[in-house]
C-alpha cells in the first residue's frame, strides 16, 4: 500500500502560480503512475494531469494544458502539480491519486490509491 499526502493548497490571485505536492509513502513510488484530480464545489470530480510510472508519458485536461504542468522526483518520493497562470474555475479540491506500473491515465477508476485532497482558491 502506497499512502499519499498532498500539500501546497492555498488562496491565490487570478494569473498567479501555485505548486501542489504529493508524498508518497509506504511503498516504491517509482513503480506508481501518478494523477491529479480535482472537484469543485457541486461538480464532479474530473481529470487534470497524468504522469506514466515511468515518467515517458503525460497527460492534460484540455483546460490546463499550456498551464499545468506535472513532473515527479522518484528520489523524494514526490510528485508535483505546478499551477500558473491559474483562473478562479481551477477552484477545486486537488487529489493526487496512484497505481502501480500505470500508463498515467485520465480514468479515476484506474487508480486505487488517493490522497486526502488540498484546497486551492483562486480569486478573481
Known amino acids: 500500500q502506497v499512502r499519499l499526502v498532498e500539500s501546497g493548497g492555498g488562496l491565490v490571485q487570478a494569473g498567479g502560480s501555485l505548486r501542489l505536492s504529493c508524498a508518497a509513502s509506504?511503498?516504491?513510488?517509482?513503480?506508481?503512475?501518478m494523477g491529479w484530480f480535482r472537484q469543485a464545489p457541486g461538480k464532479e470530480r474530473e481529470f487534470v494531469s497524468a504522469?506514466?510510472?515511468?515518467?515517458?508519458?503525460?497527460d492534460y485536461a484540455d483546460s490546463v494544458k499550456g498551464r499545468f504542468t506535472i513532473s515527479r522526483d522518484n528520489a523524494k518520493n514526490t510528485g508535483y502539480l505546478q499551477m500558473n497562470s491559474v483562473k478562479p474555475e481551477d477552484t477545486a479540491v486537488y487529489y493526487c491519486?496512484?497505481?502501480?506500473w500505470g500508463r498515467g491515465s485520465s480514468l479515476d477508476y484506474e487508480y486505487d490509491h488517493w490522497g486526502q485532497g488540498t484546497q486551492v482558491t483562486v480569486s478573481a
Open positions: 491519486a496512484a497505481v502501480v
Open positions: 509506504g511503498h516504491v513510488f517509482s513503480q506508481y503512475a
Open positions: 504522469i506514466s510510472w515511468s515518467g515517458g508519458r503525460t
